[in-house]
């Protein structure tokens, strides 16, 4: 079983799981390839905005205002006269921080109650899944909007909105592979050596439980940059110098029939980064999961 | 006899999407009308692709007839279209599988699926269908089939699943019934009985079989003829008594020798096949079983020996003669060394007074559901009242049906599990009077190697790390120290030292079973548990452990529990027996006399249950009827009298006490053998 | 009589009689709060219930008071006494009679604290009781005299409501509106719509309409669409026949789509004005602000974001109110260096990052504005950042919903802007008369100047019966509030429908509102 | 039989109790977080200009705006108990009335999204597992992907200007008819396609790896029996919880789309009281809300137990 060396994780793979994989193999890497290639220009945007953009996004050429996009403005400018290449590609940094930082909070506090949930058990279970039935009654959105009214629109609250809303679903996904690594067998046999709770829970419940995560944080990725965009759509975002993508799209709306390139574009960015993420997820998640491999 | 099925030249590829495997080559064979023909084989050996291949399954998993045919009544089914073959499955070809219940749609009920079969092939309208399937399930001896056939397979116990998937088989009458490995998942008694009635469908019917197992007490039991298959290939094939008589292919050899018997000799090792089988992406040049064979020469190395008739009979050895003159020679002597087999075990320690464990009275209740309309909590009694002891240096056996509390018996010894009551005492120390971390430094000697090698390792760690562990809680060592001291544990177990830095995955079920063992021995324990430790290995495998358990247990007087499903193994190794039943301990005795005179009738019925692998002998099958009853409400007084075939209205009101009905012989039965 | 329209572009007179029937779907953009004249402080709100209540007179688009409810009235010598005939053969579409009775009850009704009056106590101010003469004959007291209250009375806010229907529906009265207008209310599905049908009893449209009776249509159905796109989207698909508040690039495109047509009509009172804070520094120096004043290109701002389809402010008032200085147009013009200059003498230097600093502090300008983006004001934000980083002003936008707490409460601002619906240049002073620290204490005034002159100035506009000298006081108002650069004019707001090529009529009063009585619809 | 019956009422009931729980835990917890909403209710409800300190004391006390949070808490919570959800703070409006005119749009749009997301993400699901890694499946991950890769807001947008305003086939907006439910719940319903089409098609697979299945092709089975009859009931399971919690987001996600399509609808009013701190009308629509979901999620749970007679089994044990 050469193939098997080099995939990390390796739960009993049965063998007819050897299945069809060679018709359209290119096929299904070439999407995982145009992906990554994607995800990673999306991030060198975000992190060297000016390298790539050909203007400043803040300037304001009066002169073309919603003019078409042509060599100089490959994606057209704006009402403003702002070269919308330029911003799309800037905004791609709030767009990332929005999805990468509510990603990390959410995956973080939902993953550390769904551990704890799963871990210990019982009373602590019973209570913590409580509170997250709890905030699952709350639709995500609704939860969000409430957070970002209460605490103003600011990146970080937009941030910690999106972030509280997926705290359920990572609850629950990391409890669940909680309760079901702590059934594992070697786990029950660090046990019996006699390693202290907290050991096993660093040394073999951790590492092997937090795979799902990985592929929830992935998607979760997308779903926080809708969300966000959702929330600018509803008024709830922020004014920035630079607007983050799904500000970018729901200011521009307004224009579609007259100027269809300043909110296509950046739609275009988040529909294709989403999709990336997800395609991506996916293979993570075919990956993980040895039934589908 | 006529022929009824005829394969040729049969050859199977897998495409995955690195490589094309080739999983099985050149295999020809036939099965006759009314004719029982089995294939064993070590695991990996391509016994469930011949059968499925067969039935042109593999075409659902990317395999691929490479070349051969396979003809049943003149029709070729490798040139067949999935449409025709559809009439043909089923119908005039059966099959039944290892698992039942992963065999059965969860989600439709029993009936739903037989009467399925039945009106796909339009053998009759949807009435008529249903007649049908309870008559079969009648026939397979399923009581109230009209109620089963509303029932859910989850509804159904294991056994009676397999039955009612052999009825699902038999609902076309088919020519030709598949079964691979029937009765592998199921307890000996349930075997016993799934063989018989095997048995008695095959000479009702006229039906022929091709009968998959590894085990050769089933083949020898049920076989015309046995075909044996190594490394995707035939290497031999023959009557089944020829065959056991003497095999002509060293491997055949092996195989028979790896057997243990009831009677064989306790103070020898095991014979066991030298490594294990290769892994079909890099199969050894010329014969594949040469690096395991003693006999190998240079043209085995090099030349694939093609399968030849030799005396009426098939075998794929370049020296077939030549050995077997060498084997009939010296049979008994085994000069031929495979292993060493002329070392005697010593001689067994005197026994110490001291118990190491003493069990007093314990029981381990589990709660079930909570129910809002009635207060009283009903409880799942897996271990019910048990007392004994284990002594010092000795091996204590355990077996029993599943589902008789075995493994809750260990964990609850080891204190893995709070008991619901009870006492055990551990070098006389009340383990359950410990603090948590008293606790776990006790458990420095007491160590654990479970059944399933791929689930008890962690599949993220390394090997060394996974040996080291106990060594990273316990003792503080440098790393270098840790690093010598698995290094000396791998060698101890057999594997190679340079071992360390690999993964699991990378290891055969063996060899993780030799990982486990190194790592139950790492802290130098007073005491192993070894729940179903060998269960899942093959036979030439399973006696390479057992034989490293008992060096180990001798080089460090080691106090072994050892659960087990096989008997003949359990008897191997345990100097005392324990049989439980429904969580409760009814007869222990040493072993030797626990076999040779059991006192209660369960013992007697689960020793009768085991197939011997000796066609030779005849036998009065004393089978144990019906399955183990549920531990949520076990039956009033004896818990065994709804089974036994002595039971009396006392058995049924009266619980036996567990008395000593002889010197070191304990039994629960008033009326013991 | 009435028959001059505002700035109506389309709309041109057909030659036959106008047909009756038909139902007319005008979108509104937002969703309005009450139909509740007394309650309401939106204009949308106006816009639905303009066609349910009338009020006692009309303002003509000459700014002159002509009768409506009222056939006549006379202003007492000291100005605190109004008295006016009312018409005899009114009545209220639930049948109660109109009457003196029915006057008194509906401004009572407004001072009322119970009733949670909104912007129509501004309105009524200073009014202080009424006296029932006669069934016909009202007599209206004020505290102090008030050149604009007669004027306030033509606004809808402070229509005559049934004072049976008020009585029965106590605070819902605003889901169950009941006036004298030419529409009677038939329901209002919140966010969905508002249907008003025909009042057949009616026959007392005011001068500015030329169908004086019943209106030709059956029904309107106000249609609420917020989003932009839709209401645009609906209109040309023909789902709905009218659509309000077209934004600025849609115009330009409609006015080349064969189906439809633009209605026109500039809003008076005061124009979009962003108000400095001058209770926070720098910004109480004249100074700081003028540099921002001569920064600020306004031109750019409506020429990017409303393609020169609005007009620019130049003063607190809008052009077409009374007292609007027309020589304040074109005054101020775009300089920088000037700019540069001003900050430099108050101390605020460039540092290296290019942003001013004075004392280690850098010079930024806290600008708030609400949400949602409601004819691109936050897009004006965007525009103003930018134009003053060049004068190194770092410009901290706030958009929030929370207009209240921030700028009304808290006065947590820099910069912040307001525009309002008036008749009146009255309306001035609510913005720039000083106020007590106990008024303070409630609500903070936006800006907060105060300066003693423009104060004698709007309180003798107020009472001023002189209109030349009335319009004199105002007009040093004005000017004075754009020489201390107190604020920036910004926009007038300019009331655009896009109907169906087969609507007529739709008219417009003199605030911008609009006017169904001679709306019809071509078959 | 009747031990079944039992046991299923049993279940039944406990989880009815443990929703009841769980609603009125969204009510504390929603009130708290609007309790954190800056903003005066108060001074909203005046005219600012005009309103003296005195009349704004005196309506926050009218309203119970001094008393302590917890206080307020209460005496909502004992009001709810009897029924009432008392009145909008912007226009005096009784609540219970406005949040049960507003519903049936919003249910209707949920249920019709529900229905269009459940058919393809399910027809989807299926082709794309059966066909795993043909150009069928890559299609059929493609669309789900678009699904949950586009903002609605974006997508009904883009729907309204081409079936709108450029074919003129559909209504761009209203609740009336079920023409005007069309684009609505295909540009909301896209989402949830896309989950399902993903989840139908990982259950799928996993399903067809099944051991049963292999049973069910050597009884002679045609593949379309097994792969519709047997795997995809079996594939259906997890599906459904996935309708189950994507009800939930389906409903949240009304909020945006009924903006959007001018829909009358719970979504706009949650929208707009949040915005202006109306507390009782979003205790209102989240009470429906948690309940609706709970329902739905209770039906789901029931819904197992005749799907797959595994739960059934197991909870009487
Ligand atoms: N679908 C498949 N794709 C690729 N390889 C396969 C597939 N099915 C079986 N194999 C390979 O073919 C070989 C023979 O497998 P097979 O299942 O026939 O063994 P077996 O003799 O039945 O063993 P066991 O006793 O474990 O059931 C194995 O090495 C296995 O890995
Ligand atoms: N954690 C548990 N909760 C509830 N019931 C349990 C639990 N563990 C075991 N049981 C039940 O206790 C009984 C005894 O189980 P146990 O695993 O000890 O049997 P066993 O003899 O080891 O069987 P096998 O041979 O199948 O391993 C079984 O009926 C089992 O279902
Ligand atoms: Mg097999
Ligand atoms: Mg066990």
Known sequence: ?293 | MEKLLEIKDLQVHFTGSHHKLTAIKDVTLDIKKGETVCIVGESGSGKTVTSKTIMRLIDYESGEIGEGSIVIDGIDLTKLSQKKLRTIRGKKIAMIFQEPMAAFDPVFTIGKQITETILEHKQSNKLGAKERAIYLLKRVGISDAEIRLNQYPNELSGGMLQRAMIAMALACNPDLLIADEPTTALDVTIQAQILQLLQELKEEMGMSILLITHDMGVAAEMADRIIVMYAGRIVEQADVKQLFEQPYHPYTYGLLQSITTLDSDRSKKLYSINGSIPSLADLPSGCHFHPRCPFATDLCKSELPPLLEVNNRQTACWYAEEIIEKLVDKRLEMKVGIQPQKEMVQELPERTSLPLFKVQELSKYYPIGQNLFSRQPSFMRAVDNVSFHIHEGETFGLVGESGSGKSTLGRVLLQLEIPTGGEVFFQGQDLSKLSARELREKRRDMQVIYQDPYGSVNPRWKIGDIIGEPLQVHEALSVKERNNRVQELLEIVGLNKNSYDRYPHEFSGGQRQRIAIARAIALNPKFILADEAVSALDVSVQAQIINLLQDIQRERNLTYLFIGHGLNIVRHISDRIGVMYLGQLVELANSDELFLQPAHHYTKGLIGSIPMADPTRIRERITLSGEIPSPASPPTGCRFHTRCPAATARCREEQPIFREVAKGHWAACHHPL | TGTKNNSQEANAKDATQPQSGGELTYALATSPDSLDPARSGLAVAVRAFRTIFDSLVVQAPDNTIKPWLATEWTVSDDGKTYTFKLRKDVKFQDGTPFNAEAVKYSFDRIIDPKTQAKNAVALLKPYQSSEVVDDYTIKINLTTPSTAFLSNLSQAMLGIVSPTASEKYGDQFGKNPVGTGPYKFVSWTDNADIVVAKNKDYHWGPSIVENKDAPYLDKITFKIIPEEATRIGSVQSGQVLAAETVPPQNILSLKNDPNTQLLRVNTIGLPYTLFFNQRRAPWNDVKARKAVQLAVDVDAIVKTLYLDTYSRAWSPLSPGIFGYDKSLENGSKLDVKKANQLLDEIGYVKGADGLREKDGKKLTLTYVDGTPNREKRNDIAVMVQQQLKKIGVKVEINITKDIASIVQQKADYDLYGNSQVNSDPNALRAFYHSTTPEQEATVKRLGGGSDTEIDQWLEAGTVETDLAKREEYYKKVQQKIIDQAWILPIYVFPYTVAASKNVNGIKFDSLGYPLFNDANIKQ | MELRNVALANKILLKISSALVSIFGSLILVFFIIYLLPGDPVLSMLDPSTASAETVANLRKELGFDQPIYIQFADYFLNVLHGNFGQSIINSEPVLPKVLEHFPATLTLTLTSAIFSIAIGLLFGVLSAIYRNKWVDFIARLIGLFGISMPTFWSGILLILIFSVFLNWLPAMGSDGWQTLVLPSLSLGFVGAGLIIRMVRTSMLEVINEQFIVTLRAKGLSERIIMYQHALRNALIPAITIIGINIGELMAGTVVIETVFSRQGIGRIVADAIMAKDLPVIQGVVFFSAMVYVIINLLVDLSYSFIDPRVRRSDQR
């Not at chain 1, 050909?54 to 919603?66: D, G, Q, R």
């Not at chain 1, 995956?107 to 709890?134: E, H, K, Q, T």
């Not at chain 1, 959105?141 to 605490?151: C, D, G, S, V, W």
């Not at chain 1, 997308?222 to 509803?234: A, E, K, Y």
Request: proline share 5%; with cysteine; net charge positive.
């Open chain 1, 1 to 293: 079983m050469k193939e098997m060396v080099n995939v990390e994780t390796t739960l009993r793979v049965p063998k007819w799981t050897l299945r069809k994989r060679k018709t359209n193999f290119s096929l299904s890497n070439l999407f995982l390839y145009t992906s990554t290639v994607v995800v990673l220009f999306i991030i060198a945007c975000a992190v060297f905005p000016k390298w790539i953009a050909p203007f400043s996004p803040t300037y304001m050429n009066a002169e073309h205002i919603l003019s078409k996009p042509s060599a100089d403005h490959w994606f057209g400018t704006d009402y403003f006269g702002r070269d919308v290449f330029s911003l799309v590609i800037y905004g791609s940094q709030d767009s990332l921080i929005i999805g990468v930082a509510s990603v990390l909070i959410g995956g973080i506090i939902g993953g550390s109650i769904g551990a704890l949930a799963g871990y210990i058990g019982g009373f602590v279970d019973v209570i913590l899944m409580r509170v997250i039935d709890i905030l699952m009654t709350i639709p995500g959105i609704l939860l969000a909007l409430a957070i970002a009214a209460a605490l103003g629109p600011s990146l970080f609250n937009i941030v910690l909105a999106v972030a509280a809303s997926a705290i359920p679903g990572y609850a629950r996904v990391m409890r669940g592979q909680m309760m079901s690594i702590k059934k594992r067998k070697f786990v029950d046999a660090s046990r019996s050596i006699g390693t202290p709770n907290w050991r096993i829970f660093l040394w073999h419940i951790l590492p092997n439980s937090w795979s799902p995560l990985l592929v929830l944080g992935t998607i979760g990725l997308g779903t926080s940059i809708l969300i966000g965009s959702g929330l600018s759509f509803l008024g709830l975002g922020t004014i920035k110098e630079i607007p983050d993508w799904g500000a970018l799209l729901s200011q521009g709306r307004g224009y579609l029939t007259v100027a269809w390139w300043i909110s296509t574009f950046p739609g275009l960015a988040i529909t294709l980064f989403v999709l990336s993420i997800n395609i991506i997820g996916d293979k993570l998640r075919d990956s993980f999961d040895p039934k589908t491999r």
